[in-house]
Every structure is written in structure tokens, then in C-alpha cells.
């Protein structure tokens, strides 16, 4: 009783909200990318708490679905069909034994959930299990999914089906960039006036050497004012270090879990998700907000994740 | 709410981190108050507390800001800063752990280069480099990748010009006063002297670590007969 996986797209991955508690043996926590893509799948389908995810990065994959389940998927806007009749995002929807999904188009955003009933039950690793790649552990074998997978289904346990408003919350796709709001520090004072002045007015690219570990950008260069060598620390994500050339990495999910150079800012836990929907090329922009701002953001997604399950 | 004692401060990383640093320095000392510290606030086991990171000069703390007040992680910091930093000696629990190294050959492609930069034969690089009892400092970069200080000055040889896009399993290697251990195969730029046949990350399950912050580590030289013998037996 499972999926079974055709073709596997570009990156697909088991992803869930990470694997938190192991950073201090350098174990990053990997997880979905936008997660309240991810936890708001999980809601439509009823999971509670979320269950493991696909994550569909670019170019989603062809699935058969080898038992009846209930499916939605979040985030990225592709153009899904299940036995050939295009299905609606953001939307629960029950897939029959013997169905076929597949991914086509990609219209805006970069990452998709496929929320599943019962979650993927692959192996708990540490407590989680997201797939991080770089360490081989999580997911499918610690991979992206390959064709000929066949993809375990949880049973399901009591799970009810919450009765869903016609209104569902979802990140706002970015199109073609966005701005991102962020923290100012905890290394400002490396920074000399005309870098921090430069970091907000700049617009910034997302570089072809961006992945789930971080996003390498270019634009105008805000070198530290300090070149002596900071002693590493743990860093999390959404960090914005600068290395000496300047120009910015914006840490993601799958970072190390320790890093040296400075940090100007960090990007608000609300908009790490429309950063997650970000491509190669795109732009951003940074804001500097303050801290009740950001919690607020926290909070009305909350709000909008709970509201959906009413 | 008593003082800060000198030299350490809170700072705030984004909206749900706080980190407490000590003096920007590397020493057993402060890293023992660093593991003290970060020990007390992993055993409160206050809800909304994701992850209680520890590194050289800094206890770092990940929290969810809808499920605990930033006020009380900061309360909880200062008390636990304040109370270690009042004990004379904070004490470190960590374990001693003798790790088999062959040295030099396929093992250690960089041990003459080390050798060249000390101005010394290769075996005396060996000795300087199993002379020391190495302290865990933190971990980071791969997972299981364990910071350890201090190499002797004499071979404290900088990182390679140039990272290998493949460093193997097991490989010993030198990057300034630091010395590690890659636990995995993976792109690494650190000075190769040696390798161990010792599983530093054991995937499992379940999943291990070899090295936890704090540990005490000392290499020990030997032959690459007895490497494969160790190999074959893991």
C-alpha cells in the first residue's frame, strides 16, 4: 500500500519541520523550506501534528498512487493533473487506488507540498524525517526520490478531516523576487555606515550557486568593515552573513550548523517562507523591521493555519 | 536581577535565537562556563525550547517565540551565566577518547607539506600532533565534525590554498590551532595528516556520535596494518 514514484522531478524530497535538538553534534535541521506551505498541506489533510511532506522543487514528479488516499497541495502554483483532469491547489482532494499525478507547468514560486493522510512513513532519523542530503540520512535513504521508488503511506489514526473554509490562507508567490523583511544584527557594528546604507537599498539576485543550504546573491557589495576572523558560532537560518567579498549568503534550512562570518541581518521566521519560494535569478530586497513586526507575522500565520482547521 | 558578570552579553539573532557570548577567545576555561551554561538550560526543559546549541565562546538558544517569552529564556540565561561564572572551576564531564590514526602515505597526503611548514622530518609531526590531549571545543560543518584545539604552534599550518572536492571518511586533518576529524566523505580544505578507521558518525539507528563538546581526545599513531585490521572489525 503505497506510491509509487514514476518519474521523481527535478528535487523531491521528504521533508517535515525538522530535525530540531542535534544541532550542537553539527547535525543541521534541514525541513521544508516554506513551511507554512507545509504545515497548511497538513492542516487540509488533517494531520495533526504535521506528518512528512514531498517537497517538489522546480519540475514536480509523476506519481501512482497504488492506494486510495486524501491529498492537497501547497506552495508552489504547478498545474497537477490526477488521471488527466487538472486538480485545484490548496485544496483537500481524495486520490483513488489505481490513479496517476503528475506535475506539469510551474506558474509561480519554486517549491510544492504534497500533503498526504497519514503522512510518508519513512524512518524516523533523530526525530524527524527530513531528508538531509549532504549527510546521506532522512527521507528516501537520505536522497531525492528516484524513479521506481515506492513511497510508504502512514496509517491513519483517527485523523479528522477538518471541514474547510472557502478562504485558505497561502503564501504570497513571489514573481520574479521579493522583498524580505529582516532583523538588524548581531554583527552590525562590523558593518560600516555605507555597507549597512547599501544592504537595504540594494536589490539583490539570487545566484545559480543557491540550493536548500543557502543563497549565494549578488548586487552591490557590503564588505565588513572588520577583516579579523570572527570565532565561529551556531547560526541559524535566515542568517545573512557577508563574507569578505561583500556579497551576501542568506542561510537555508540546510545550512551548517556553524558559521564565521559576519551577520548583518536575519530574515523574520515569517518571511522564510516566500524566501523558500524564491528561484535562481530572482530578486530580494531587504527590510529592516522591528521585532514586534516580525511576531506579529508569526502570529496571523498562525492564526490563518488554525482558522483553516475550524 | 543581578549583573551580567564581565565579559558576557546576550545578543539577538532574528526573532526566535538569543545567544550568550563570553570573551571572544579560544580557552578550556571559558568553553567549560560555555558547556555549564548551556547544560543548565537544556535540563530546564522549558517548553517552546528547540535547541540548545554550544560553541566555542557561546551558548546559543533556538526558540519558538509563540509558545515562550524571550524574557524568561533571557532570565533563565543570566541566572545560569551568573551562577556558573561564581564556581571557581566549572568542570568539564567530558570523556577521554584515544582515536587510532595512520599516519602519512594514501592517509595523510599533506603530512610532508606539514612537515616542510614546521621545518621538521614527518615524524616528528606525528609526535607533536599525538603529544596533546585535544579538547572537544564544539561541533559544526559536517555533522559529527568535532573543533578540536589547540595543534601545537610549531604545526599549526593554514588550511589548503585550495579545498579537495573529496576529502575521505576518517581523514585527520590540521587547520591553523584547530585539528578534526571528517566523519564523512565530502569537499574539506583542512592540511590531511593521517586517518582513522574509527566511525566518527554511526548512521544507525540508532544515530551516534563519537565526539560531544567538551570530550578530551588524543590520537594515537599506527600502522596501516593495524588500520586494516580495525577497518575489517567495524
Redesign the interface.
Known amino acids: 500500500m503505497s506510491v509509487f514514484v514514476r518519474r521523481p522531478g527535478l528535487f523531491t524530497t521528504v521533508q517535515d519541520t525538522g530535525r530540531?535538538?542535534?544541532?550542537?553534534?553539527?547535525?543541521?535541521?534541514a525541513g521544508a523550506m516554506d513551511v507554512f506551505s507545509y504545515r497548511l498541506g497538513n492542516c487540509l489533510v488533517g494531520n495533526k501534528p504535521p506528518l512528512a511532506s514531498l517537497e517538489i522543487t522546480l519540475t514536480g514528479p509523476e506519481l501512482d498512487f497504488l492506494e486510495g488516499c486524501v491529498c492537497a497541495i501547497t506552495g508552489a502554483d504547478f498545474e497537477v493533473h490526477v488521471d488527466g483532469v487538472e486538480i485545484a491547489l490548496n485544496r483537500r482532494f481524495a486520490v483513488r487506488s489505481g490513479q496517476h499525478m503528475w506535475f506539469g507547468r510551474l506558474r509561480s514560486g519554486a517549491r510544492a507540498y504534497l500533503a498526504i493522510s497519514g503522512g510518508f512513513d519513512v524512518?524516523l532519523?533523530?526525530g524527524s524525517r527530513s531528508t538531509h542530503v549532504?549527510?546521506?540520512?532522512g527521507g528516501v535513504d537520505g536522497r531525492a526520490l528516484r524513479a521506481d521508488d515506492l513511497l510508504k503511506i502512514g496509517r491513519i489514526r483517527g485523523n479528522v478531516l477538518p471541514r474547510v473554509k472557502s478562504t485558505i490562507p497561502r503564501v504570497k508567490l513571489p514573481k520574479g523576487g521579493s522583498k524580505v523583511r529582516?532583523?538588524a544584527?548581531?554583527d552590525s557594528e562590523i558593518f560600516d555606515s555605507v555597507s549597512a546604507k547599501g544592504f537595504v537599498q540594494s536589490r539583490y539576485r539570487i545566484t545559480g550557486e543557491s540550493d536548500r543550504m543557502g543563497y549565494r546573491l549578488t548586487g552591490d557589495p557590503i564588505p565588513p568593515s572588520d577583516t579579523e576572523n570572527?570565532?565561529?558560532?551556531?547560526?541559524?537560518v535566515?542568517?545573512v552573513q557577508v563574507p569578505l567579498d561583500g556579497l551576501p549568503i542568506v542561510l537555508m534550512v540546510d545550512h551548517?550548523?556553524?558559521?564565521g562570518y559576519p551577520?548583518i541581518a536575519?530574515?523574520?521566521?515569517a518571511d522564510l517562507p516566500v524566501l523558500g519560494q524564491l528561484q535562481v535569478s530572482d530578486w530580494i530586497e531587504f527590510e529592516v523591521c522591528e521585532?514586534s513586526e516580525?511576531?506579529e507575522g508569526?502570529?496571523a500565520q498562525?492564526r490563518a493555519l488554525m482558522a483553516v482547521g475550524d | 536581577m543581578k549583573e551580567l558578570p564581565d565579559g558576557w552579553r546576550l545578543s539577538y539573532v532574528g526573532d526566535c535565537v538569543i545567544a550568550a557570548e563570553c570573551e571572544q577567545e579560544i580557552n578550556p576555561e571559558l568553553n567549560n562556563r560555555v558547556l555549564a551554561v548551556a547544560r543548565s538550560i537544556r535540563n530546564r526543559a522549558r517548553p517552546g525550547i528547540r535547541d540548545v546549541v554550544e560553541s566555542y565562546c557561546g551558548v546559543t538558544v533556538y526558540f519558538d517565540p509563540l509558545k515562550v517569552d524571550m524574557a524568561s529564556i533571557i532570565f533563565d540565561l543570566r541566572l545560569e551565566i551568573v551562577r556558573c561564572c561564581e564556581v571557581q572551576n566549572c568542570s568539564s564531564d567530558g570523556r577521554l577518547i584515544r582515536v587510532p590514526v595512520c599516519y602519512g602515505g594514501i592517509y595523510g597526503p599533506d603530512l610532508q607539506d606539514v612537515a616542510d611548514f614546521a621545518e621538521c622530518t614527518k615524524a616528528e609531526v606525528i609526535e607533536r600532533h599525538t603529544a596533546v590531549i585535544y579538547r572537544v571545543y564544539m561541533l559544526g560543518f559536517l555533522p559529527g565534525f568535532a573543533y578540536m584545539g589547540s595543534v601545537a604552534p610549531s604545526i599549526a599550518v593554514s588550511r589548503r590554498q585550495t579545498p579537495r572536492l573529496s576529502v575521505p571518511v576518517g581523514s585527520v586533518g590540521i587547520a591553523g590551532r584547530q585539528t578534526g576529524v571528517y566523519p564523512l566523505t565530502g569537499p574539506g580544505g583542512w592540511q590531511l595528516v593521517g586517518r582513522t578507521p574509527v566511525v566518527i558518525v554511526d548512521l544507525g539507528p540508532p544515530m551516534a556520535f563519537v565526539f560531544h563538546p567538551g570530550d578530551k581526545v588524543q590520537f594515537e599513531a599506527v600502522n596501516s596494518e593495524v588500520f586494516d585490521d580495525l577497518s575489517t572489525a567495524v
Open positions: 530540531w535538538g542535534y544541532q550542537r553534534f553539527g547535525m543541521p535541521v524512518p532519523v533523530l549532504a549527510s546521506g540520512i529582516v532583523l544584527g548581531p570572527v570565532i565561529s558560532t551556531a547560526v541559524p535566515g542568517s551548517q550548523t556553524t558559521g551577520r536575519t530574515v523574520i521566521s521585532r516580525a511576531i508569526l502570529v498562525e
